[in-house]
């Protein structure tokens, strides 16, 4: 079972019929045995760092998602589901994440001539290949809507890159643990393909 996590936050049903468009059930959940129990978790969310902290750990789903991970459960993040995964993030102040990847979560400082959030499609720079992205070739547009970024402390895990004023991490792979900064289930045909590898990833991936 594919568990989507409901914590308030993120466009959820999109996520599913993502999912059931690929041919993979997937269920939404706040349940914290429903989420500790599934074979897949995936963490989507729209919305601001610190709500979506306090509505984790309100649900106690927090420890469920946490443990997913550690266990090398594959395990994708979405968006804000990115941006948790990290140390700190400093929207609207300091704000603790999950730690599980080192490094934070900083706003756009960009020219005048590029709009805050960063809205609309744009390329994909592929630095490493994970897993859900076979088939993606280089250059191939997905959606993003963020004012936010991820800069991880360790290059190694960035698996993709998109240009807005400047590079910035699009995507990060660990292991079975993968995330991206762009909405897979608002990117056409491109981002069902990332679905479906990830509904048919196997127990374990290097």
Known sequence: MIAIIDYGMGNLRSVQKGFEKVGHVAVVTSDPAEVAAAAKVVLPGVG???????????????????EAIRSDKPFLGICLGLQLLFDVGYEHGEHRGFGVLPGEVVRFELPPEYSVPHMGWNQLSIRRRAPI????????????????????????????????????CAMVWRGNLFATQFHPEKSQAEGLKILKNFAELAASND
């Open 48 to 66: 601001a760092f610190e709500d979506a902290m306090v509505e984790l750990r309100r649900r106690q789903l927090l420890g469920p998602v946490l």
């Open 133 to 168: 992205l076979e088939g993606i070739a280089e250059g191939t547009y997905f959606y993003f809507v963020h004012s936010y970024y991820v800069a991880p402390s360790d290059p190694t895990v960035v698996a993709a890159e998109t240009d807005y004023g400047g590079p910035f």
